[in-house]
């Protein structure tokens, strides 16, 4: 089958060939490895709506929304809603619905943003994947592309790099893959989306990213020794590339305890400091009510 060019213009009607629901384009969202993400409405509603060509690719990931729609009572990437065939000059291709996730990308988020939020945001995506692991996948694919924010809350919005432990890592992109960089294989465990969370807060001060050089552990420690991140984050991604942590729970674990010690306001030894910037001091009440909300603690009693 001749690769379509799936630029679909605003308008299209999609018709599924066995449910019949038809749904109206609306803009490119995005592409994927197997197929291009559309904005639809159908009666309304907007969704999002992917297809493709590859019938079995697009079904492992319809199955992959299903199984995430709850895990262990919370939920994890976008809900699934259709999957059917749309007919196209007598052609078959196959599309998926999920529920539309609407938010900013992660590294517009970040801008302006005090450097606590690279830790916060980090801190809730280990959260998530500590889900993801004892349900015995990883996510595979995990990079800011596939990552929007949502009131606050960084949200997963494509599953087609989750992968079974054990088994090899099906969609990677270099930047955040622990092989290219030399630390470790591309075997499915835990430990390999760590490395990728390390590598989005690298981002946060690398936009454009960076290439390997001829010896990439070096590269990658020489752009984290002169990286604009405060000293505590930057252990933490050094103890992380080293092995230290098991799990997305450790990790989390020290990344929380240094963000509560952050948090902590400066003493007030003068009547300056007291008139600190109200916009200031409600960011960081509200970045202390983020962290201390993981262990159900009131930031109020810290602030007191």
Not at 44 to 69: D, I, Q, W
Not at 139 to 144: A, I, M, N, P, R
Not at 260 to 282: I, L, N, Y
Request: positive net charge.
């Amino acid at each position: 089958m001749k690769k379509p060019d799936f630029n679909l213009a605003a308008g299209t009607t999609i018709r599924g060939k066995w449910g019949h629901h038809v749904y109206h384009v609306v803009r490119k969202l995005g592409e994927g490895a197997c197929g291009v993400v559309y904005l639809c409405q159908k009666n309304g509603v907007l969704y999002a709506l992917k297809v493709g060509t590859e019938s079995s690719r697009l079904m492992l990931e319809v199955n992959m929304l299903k199984k995430f729609s709850k895990v262990q009572g919370v939920k994890l990437g976008p809900s699934f809603v259709d999957v059917d065939d749309w007919i196209v000059n007598n052609e078959t291709y196959p599309f998926y619905v999920m529920e539309f996730i609407e938010g900013q990308p992660f590294s517009v988020f970040l801008k302006g943003k005090k450097k606590e939020w690279v830790g916060i945001c980090a801190m809730q995506l280990l959260s998530d994947l500590e889900h993801l692991h004892r349900s015995g996948y990883v996510f595979g694919d995990l990079k800011t592309d596939n990552l929007l924010v949502a009131d606050s809350k960084v949200q997963w919005i494509d599953v087609g790099g989750v992968t079974a432990i054990g088994r090899a890592i099906k969609e990677y992109t270099e930047f955040y893959d622990r092989g290219y960089w030399g630390y470790g294989s591309r075997r499915a465990d835990p430990l390999y989306d760590l490395f990728a969370v390390t590598m989005i807060m690298m981002e946060t001060v690398y936009p454009n990213r960076f290439d390997a050089q001829k010896d990439p552990k070096k590269t990658l420690q020489d752009k984290l020794k002169s990286a604009p991140l405060p000293s505590e984050y930057k252990k933490i991604i050094a103890e992380c590339w080293r092995g230290k942590y098991h799990s997305a729970t450790e990790m989390k674990e020290a990344l929380g305890q240094v963000l509560m010690k952050r948090a902590q306001p400066p003493k007030r030894s003068s009547r300056k400091s007291v008139q600190t910037d109200a916009s200031e001091w409600g960011e960081m009440i509200g970045v202390s009510a983020i962290v201390l909300a993981f262990y159900g603690i009131s930031a109020w009693n810290l602030w007191l």
